[in-house]
């Protein structure tokens, strides 16, 4: 029975981390431990992968609203553990 809720956890959707610019990414997950470990690009699309000891984050742009208040749009930086 607690191997299946262990999996149900590991399978459980975690929102992603969203900043409104990307030195403030950066900076959240150097002060988490993280590593920068590769850089993926292409055109408008970039994409980020950090390492710690405990797993691997990604960070990717998206355009989306800039907060919950406005209707702004521009790039937002998203962290999502992988």
């Not at 590769?38 to 992968?49: C, P, V």
Request: aromatic residues 14%; without cysteine.
């Amino acid at each position: 029975m607690n191997k299946n809720l262990e999996y149900i956890v590991s399978k459980a959707i975690v929102k992603p981390i969203k900043f409104n610019s990307l030195d403030k990414a950066k900076l959240y997950l150097k002060s988490e431990g993280y590593k920068f470990r590769q850089a993926f690009n292409h055109k408008e699309d970039r994409a980020m992968i950090y390492q710690n000891r405990f797993g691997w984050v990604k960070i990717s742009s998206s355009k989306d609203y800039l907060n919950d208040n406005t209707m702004e749009q521009g790039t937002v930086w998203n962290i999502l553990k992988i």
